[in-house]
């Protein structure tokens, strides 16, 4: 392929530029005020809907002229719905957990009366004197938004928005090189993919590359199936531009006219917005026919993924566009060499691709020198499950678990221990304490038994049964087990039943050696990365907390109080108050009678351990607890009816 | 009442006859076909499958054992109010598996099922995307965060008072 002429790429997109930066003073000139409201699904489950709708009805009613602007995500989900109001002669100021009412307020109180009323404020988006900005927190300062950029920032369904932050730049800067340059730079830069195995970026384009086949085919493989990962979702939905620049970016590299968009259809709102961003590339000639005036032409589709695991896997992803059911295949050959339709394939991860554009940016030099030497660049995660700042975090690769976890993140909340935390999802492991200095990046990680994987993280306190932890992850790869291989299929389904019968107390001795054969067994004879990793769960936490197995099998008891066949709910009745009726109405099944002296028992035999009554059960009594084994429970009779 | 369910049927199945001649005969359009008929029908039926087959000239077992595969598919028409609880990392960790178990009492049925008077039905769902409100329930593409077996209740008698309503009045509207 001829070299572009940089000249004319540059008067094209100088032009582009030119237009959306006066679409951007329309909106943001120097009097108008706007309301950024954080739109993509965490903030919409939060209630972004009601809020806008509720800024629009007060804005209208209050006769103020304000632009509101729907943007995606931020990332910090425990404060959605989040929304930025910049106002001419204050900084730009984020409030949390806005709800109507408090939409109403902002409308009225800062807009119109200029109060910015500062209970509500999370910070203020800028360096400023007046109110303290988001930045001097850990959970903004500590993070390195490299992919995650423009988030929440822009709004995703207006390209223009993006050119205006700077986007499509590096594609411009791409086009005028020689894809071989283009791919020594990705190899220089080190990157690796962010699917979760991690293998370097620029090595497979070299071979997709290299093919003689004319027909190419790049797919981004947003097939997001963790049950606790969402950030391939969030960029889509937040800046789904990026996506589409570094696909342009890697056909253009790779030689390839066409490619796909493999989304899941569990994801609607991603699905759309990508879609939308499809549509206005190709408006303006940033994909299509004649990409900015080259010769260079990118075809885009969207294919939505219907909902199976294992089809994150590259040649089960593979199958499935092709109408199959989605089974992994043997490799070799690689996608890389015979892929979809049996063309040369390249498949990257949304995160991989959304990385490029920085890259070309600012050079791989600079991207070197984020992360650590082995894993450069920065890792997304979704911290989730008992931490006080859950929501998406992206750090430079290299930060312990400690510092994400308890300085990043906030910590345990409500006073309560740090016990583990589940790195990978079902593929990945669980960690204790002493893992928490374990630096994040791809090799660490699995040095330690767990793995990047898609980025999930649940941290768990001291009220977290490990054992429950393995089953549910067993559950689901077992479920999500496409059935090819035996041990796979078979060997899943065994680890399942055994763990069940541990946590009901049917244990028996063994069982841990069996787990930890079986498990081995599984990971020697299975095919794709779902079986060879499937054990890990389970293999982690009898390394690092084989005393809670012991509990379970040999005392029948489950230390953390959480596997509900072990435990049992009684009332103490030195503390229930006489004539208090609280739990009573909190208890599904009607478990809960009074005795004689008219405080309150539990019936066993109807009790299905649910925990309402001890929610319910006022704070100055505190007498509903929990025990295990249940025996301990002391028996209290049902008074007969009269 | 037979004879609306056939004339139904017979509306869904021409339906279904207009959406297939919109895609390639190619064996790569068998999920978006199938996906299609989904969103507009709700549930892919026994004879949309045969349908599909022939359509694409495969064999009706294997158009089965592709939809059968991946999740997304479901072969019987759901109740009135989709209930999808879900069963993600962080719902699980915090008791997601009660509220399951809660709208099956309540409801006097499994998860997959549907109400005998198809007003309801209840699915499990990997992650919905908002682990920070778990545990999350889905109803009719609301998401309830923060769920408790008592709102459960709290929900599912909220349906049942609006039904009565809607039935009062359709009653008082009758009689006028």
């Known amino acids: ?92 100021i984020l409030y949390q957990n806005v709800t109507p009412g408090k939409a109403r307020l902002l409308v009225k109180a800062y807009l119109e009366e200029g109060d910015p009323v500062f209970e509500h404020v999370l910070g203020a988006m800028e360096e400023n004197d007046m109110i303290p900005a988001v930045m001097e927190f850990p959970r903004f300062n500590q993070e390195k938004r490299v992919v995650m950029a423009n988030c929440g920032l822009i709004n995703p369904e207006d390209i223009y928005q993006y050119i205006a932050k700077g986007g499509y730049s590096a594609l411009v800067k791409a086009l005028a090189l020689e894809p071989e340059k283009i791919i020594n730079e990705i190899q220089e830069s080190g990157l690796r993919g962010r699917g979760g195995a991690g293998f370097l970026t620029g090595m497979k384009w070299q071979v997709v590359q290299d093919s003689e086949e004319k027909d190419k085919i790049v797919i981004c493989n947003a097939d997001e199936g963790d049950p606790g990962a969402y950030m391939d979702r969030t960029i889509l939905e ?66 939505q993924g219907s909902g199976a695991f294992v089809c994150g896997e590259e040649t089960a992803l593979i199958q499935s566009i092709q109408g199959k059911r989605g089974m992994p295949q043997l490799r070799p050959p690689y996608p890389a060499q015979r892929g979809l339709w049996g063309k040369p394939t390249v498949i990257n991860n949304v995160k991989t691709l959304a990385s490029l554009p920085p890259i070309f940016e600012n050079g791989a030099k600079w991207f070197r020198g984020i992360g650590t030497d082995k894993s450069p660049g920065t890792a997304i995660f979704s ?81 977290a049964c490990m054992i429950d932890v393995a089953r549910y992850f067993l559950d689901f790869t077992q479920k999500e087990s496409c059935g090819k291989c035996t041990f796979c299929r ?8 055994i763990l069940d019968r541990i946590t009901k107390g049917e244990g028996r001795e063994g069982d841990i050696e069996l787990l930890e054969d079986l498990s081995m067994d599984i990971k020697n004879g299975s095919l794709c990365g779902l079986g060879k990793t499937a054990p890990n769960p389970v293999l982690t936490t009898v390394k690092y907390f084989r005393d809670e197995y012991e509990a379970h099998i040999r005392e029948k008891r489950c230390p953390a109080m959480m596997c509900r066949t072990l435990t049992a709910y009684f009332i103490d009745l030195d503390k229930c108050a006489r004539g208090c009726d609280a739990c009573v109405g909190s208890c599904p099944t009607e478990a809960i009678f009074t005795t004689k002296n008219r405080k309150k028992g539990i019936d066993q035999t109807l009790c299905v351990k649910c925990g309402e009554c001890m929610v319910s059960c006022p704070p100055e009594y505190d007498a509903v607890r929990k025990v295990s084994p249940p025996e301990l429970a002391p028996k209290i009779e049902r008074p007969k009816e009269e | 009442m037979q004879h609306t369910a056939e004339i139904e049927e017979e509306a869904t199945l021409t339906d279904i006859a207009s959406i297939l001649t919109t895609f390639e005969k190619g064996r790569g359009s068998l999920i978006p076909i199938l996906q299609m008929i989904q969103e507009k029908h709700k549930y892919l039926s026994a004879l949309a499958l045969q349908m599909v087959a022939k359509h694409l000239k495969m064999s009706a077992c294997e158009v089965y054992g592709v939809a059968t595969f991946y999740n997304q598919f479901r072969f019987y028409p759901p109740g ?4 999808k609880v879900c069963l993600g990392t962080a719902c699980h960790v915090r008791g997601g598996d009660i509220i399951l178990e809660n709208f099956e009492r309540k409801l006097e049925i499994n998860v997959g099922e549907t109400t005998p008077d198809r007003e309801f039905s209840i699915d499990r769902v990997a ?36 039904k009565e309503r809607e039935k009062r009045e359709k009653k008082k509207s009758e009689s006028e």
């Open chain 1, 1 to 92: 392929m001829n070299q572009n002429s940089k000249v004319k790429l540059n008067e094209i997109f100088t032009s582009i530029k030119a237009e959306a930066e006066t679409r951007l003073k329309d909106i943001s000139g120097d009097n108008s005020q706007n309301i950024f409201i954080g739109m993509a699904t965490c903030g919409r489950a939060s209630g972004a809907v009601e809020v806008k709708a509720t800024f629009e009805e007060a804005l209208i009613e209050r006769k103020i002229n304000a632009h509101i602007i729907p943007v995606g995500c931020l990332g910090h989900c425990y404060g959605e719905p989040l929304v930025i109001i910049d106002k001419p002669g204050f900084p730009p």
């Open chain 1, 238 to 303: 937040s800046n789904p531009h990026q996506v589409i620049e570094g696909m342009a970016i890697t056909a253009y590299a790779v030689g390839a006219n066409r490619a796909i968009v493999y989304v899941r259809a569990e994801y609607p709102l991603a699905v759309e917005m990508i879609k939308k961003a499809i549509g206005q590339a190709k408006e303006i000639k940033l994909s299509g026919e004649g990409i900015l005036g080259t010769n260079f032409n990118l075809d885009i589709a969207v294919f």
């Open chain 1, 383 to 463: 911290v989730v499950g008992n931490i006080v700042h859950a929501g998406l975090v992206e750090i430079p690769m290299g930060v312990t678990l400690r510092a994400l976890i308890f300085d990043i993140c906030g910590g345990i909340p409500n006073g309560k221990k740090f016990k583990a935390v589940q790195i990978g999802g079902p593929s990945g492991g669980c960690l204790p304490d002493d893992f928490l200095d374990t630096p994040i990046d791809f090799d660490s990680l699995n040095q330690a038994g767990a793995m990047m994987g898609s980025g999930g993280m649940v941290v768990m306190d001291e009220d």
């Open chain 1, 490 to 497: 078979i060997g899943t389904k065994h680890l399942l039943d």
């Open chain 2, 80 to 83: 009135k109010h989709q209930i």
């Open chain 2, 127 to 162: 992650c919905v995307g908002c682990c920070a409100l778990a545990p999350v329930s889905i109803i009719d593409d609301t998401v309830y965060g923060h769920m408790a077996p008592s709102k459960v209740e709290g929900l599912i008698l909220g349906f049942e008072i609006e």
